[in-house]
Structures are given as C-alpha cells and as structure tokens.
C-alpha cells in the first residue's frame, strides 16, 4: 500500500536481525526536509546519540524509512514513519594501547587528556580504528558503555588536526553532568590559534551564525538560518604576516574558530579546507589550534579545576620560525 505522502512502503526486512523491539517516530511539519540522520539526532529519542551513530544504524537497517532501508542523507517529509529498531549490542570497540594521548588528571568521575594531532576522537565511518576511544578502553576498560558503545566518556570533541585538553567522564552519570555543565556555560574552554594577518584589535567578539554549507555538507559556514555561535578573542602577540591569539569559546558549534576566523578574513594557519592557499604555513602540516586551558566542576566532588596545556612542538617551531628563534638542534 503506498504512503500518503507518496512514497512506497517497502517490505520489513528485520528478519536476519536480532531484534529486542521496535518503536515508531511520525515525522512532524516543522522537520519535513530535514535529513534523516539529523532529524534523529534532534528528533529519534535518544539524547546524546550522535549523527555517526545514527548513520551506522541507518546503514544496517536499524532504522527503516516507511518500511523501506534508507540512507543518512534522504530528506524527510511530513507524516513519514521513521521505525527504529533496538538491537543486541554489536562487536565490542577493540582496546588498542598504542594510540596516543596523554593523561592530564583523573578522579573516579572524570579523565582529563591532552589529545595530540592526528588523532580521532571517536570512531566513524573511514576511522573505525586508531582512535581516542580505542586508545582509552585500553587504559580505562570500565569506561565501555552499551548505552554508549561508539563514545564511551566522551563530553565533547576535538577535530582530528587540533591538539590539547578534552574531559572524559567515567560513568553515564558524570558524563551527562559533565555535557550539563558545557550547555549551561559554566565551563570554559581557551584556545590558542594562529591566523592570518594583522587584527588591529587587541580583543573582539566574532558573533555569527554558523550552519552546514548547503555546497559541501561536510563543512560549515557562516549562515543567517544557522545557530547562534560566539566566540572572544584576545591577541596575544602580532608577528610578521600573522597573529597569536586566545580565544574562549561561548558556544560549541562544529569547527567554530576555524569558521568564524576565516569569516573575517583571518584563516587560521594550516587550515586550507577554510583558509585556502591564505591559510598556507610552510612546514605546518596541521591546523594551528591548541585547546590550551580547561576550567570545569568534577562531578566527584564539585570541586572547580584548571587545567592548561602548553603548545605542541611542531607549533612552538612554527612560531619559532616567524620570530627567527633559532631551531633546536634533533
């Protein structure tokens, strides 16, 4: 029998699966258009659950559009049945004790890490190994999760190319205090970044809106519809050809300080998908963004810490470079 919208209801094809049970989600007028991995992750009733998890369930058939397997980026209309379907829990996360990253802190509620460049937080599609999670399960077997089973701990996140401090949390309940705490603003996260030219400022405030750029839905941009995004910014030292500076971000968008320094003309180093050939830096072979101080409350015991980072190597030789310090000798 066709849908009402049109589409076609294809067969259940659940039978090869181990299902526990199944539950129904009636797409409403004000998500029609959305896609579908997005209105899930807004819409499918599991807080915290992200957009790659949603797309892993997606392309297992976990998920069935009007009875038909769909794909992430199918739009949905009103009145479509999203069915989703709870599954015995799959593959454990394979522990790998040679990823790298350094322990800052920890307490029975939370981990505190300094993530170097290069390595992925979590697992997705393309990176399903070699990440920080597979790196911590090696360390901190309790933290694996069924509820959670891609992102055991993980608060927020780092792109792959930026380096510094991250919070982990230990249980679910620490890890929801945790999120509470950075929705809330009570947190603060710095950042010290590398952008192109001179900014005659000493301080300023970027407060633009960001959402994904309707020509490569794999970035973002500056965008009237898009969530409010706001970030300060001080200038810690002006060099030949660029600025130093710290930035605090208010809210958490998806590469923030990337999007909004290059939205002013200002790209940060290394950053050629935002900055283009304006972002080049000889010998730079990542993006000049350090997470450099963490301040937050440990669910432990409410107690308020500090935590900084001092920049990587291969960004105190970039700078280096630029003041015409001499290079250590390797």
Same mark, same amino acid.
């Given at each position: 029998?066709?849908?009402?919208?049109?589409?076609?209801?294809?067969?259940?094809?659940?039978?090869?699966?181990?299902?526990?049970?199944?539950? !129904? @989600? *009636?797409?409403?007028?004000?998500? %029609?258009?959305?896609? +579908?991995?997005?209105?899930? =992750?807004?819409?499918?009733? &599991?807080?915290?659950?992200?957009?790659?998890?949603?797309?892993?369930?997606?392309?297992?058939?976990?998920?069935?559009?009007?009875?038909?397997?769909?794909?992430?980026?199918?739009?949905?209309?009103?009145?479509?049945?999203?069915?989703?379907?709870?599954?015995?829990?799959?593959?454990?996360?394979?522990?790998?004790?040679?990823?790298?990253?350094?322990?800052?802190?920890?307490?029975?509620?939370?981990?505190?890490?300094?993530?170097?460049?290069?390595?992925?937080?979590?697992?997705?599609?393309?990176?399903?190994?070699?990440?920080?999670?597979?790196?911590?399960?090696?360390?901190?077997?309790?933290?694996?999760?069924?509820?959670?089973?891609?992102?055991?701990?993980?608060?927020?996140?780092?792109?792959?190319?930026?380096?510094?401090? !991250? @919070? *982990?949390?230990?249980?679910?309940? %620490?890890?929801?205090? +945790?999120?509470?705490?950075? =929705?809330?603003?009570?947190? &603060?996260?710095?950042?010290?970044?590398?952008?192109?030219?001179?900014?005659?400022?000493?301080?300023?405030?970027?407060?633009?809106?960001?959402?994904?750029?309707?020509?490569?839905?794999?970035?973002?941009?500056?965008?009237?519809?898009?969530?409010?995004?706001?970030?300060?910014?001080?200038?810690?030292?002006?060099?030949?050809?660029?600025?130093?500076?710290?930035?605090?971000?208010?809210?958490?968008?998806?590469?923030?300080?990337?999007?909004?320094?290059?939205?002013?003309?200002?790209?940060?180093?290394?950053?050629?998908?935002?900055?283009?050939?304006?972002?080049?830096?000889?010998?730079?072979?990542?993006?000049?963004?350090?997470?450099?101080?963490?301040?937050?409350?440990?669910?432990?015991?409410?107690?308020?810490?500090?935590?900084?980072?001092?920049?990587?190597?291969?960004?105190?030789?970039?700078?280096?470079?630029?003041?015409?310090?001499?290079?250590?000798?390797?």
């Amino acid at each position: 029998m066709p849908a009402a919208n049109g589409r076609r209801r294809g067969p259940l094809r659940a039978e090869s699966r181990e299902v526990r049970d199944a539950r !129904m @989600v *009636i797409v409403p007028p004000f998500a %029609a258009g959305d896609r +579908l991995d997005g209105f899930l =992750q807004r819409h499918g009733g &599991e807080p915290g659950r992200s957009r790659s998890e949603w797309q892993r369930l997606i392309g297992v058939e976990a998920v069935l559009l009007n009875g038909s397997p769909s794909k992430p980026s199918e739009r949905v209309r009103e009145g479509d049945r999203v069915r989703i379907f709870a599954l015995a829990r799959g593959p454990a996360l394979p522990p790998e004790d040679f990823v790298s990253f350094s322990v800052v802190y920890e307490d029975p509620a939370m981990i505190v890490v300094d993530k170097p460049a290069g390595v992925v937080v979590h697992p997705a599609p393309g990176n399903e190994r070699g990440t920080l999670v597979n790196g911590l399960l090696a360390r901190f077997p309790e933290l694996r999760s069924d509820e959670d089973e891609l992102r055991p701990g993980i608060v927020h996140r780092l792109d792959k190319d930026t380096s510094g401090l !991250m @919070v *982990i949390g230990r249980t679910l309940t %620490a890890v929801a205090n +945790l999120q509470r705490q950075m =929705q809330s603003g009570s947190t &603060e996260k710095r950042y010290l970044l590398l952008v192109r030219g001179g900014i005659d400022e000493d301080a300023g405030i970027i407060d633009r809106p960001i959402g994904r750029d309707p020509r490569n839905r794999q970035r973002m941009a500056v965008r009237s519809e898009g969530r409010a995004s706001v970030t300060h910014f001080w200038v810690r030292s002006r060099l030949p050809g660029w600025t130093l500076l710290e930035a605090l971000l208010l809210t958490g968008r998806t590469h923030q300080l990337r999007v909004h320094f290059a939205s002013i003309g200002h790209p940060v180093a290394g950053d050629t998908p935002y900055g283009h050939k304006g972002a080049a830096f000889p010998g730079l072979r990542r993006q000049f963004l350090h997470s450099h101080l963490l301040r937050l409350r440990s669910p432990h015991d409410n107690a308020e810490h500090t935590f900084t980072s001092d920049l990587p190597p291969e960004l105190e030789a970039a700078l280096n470079r630029l003041t015409g310090t001499p290079q250590p000798q390797q």
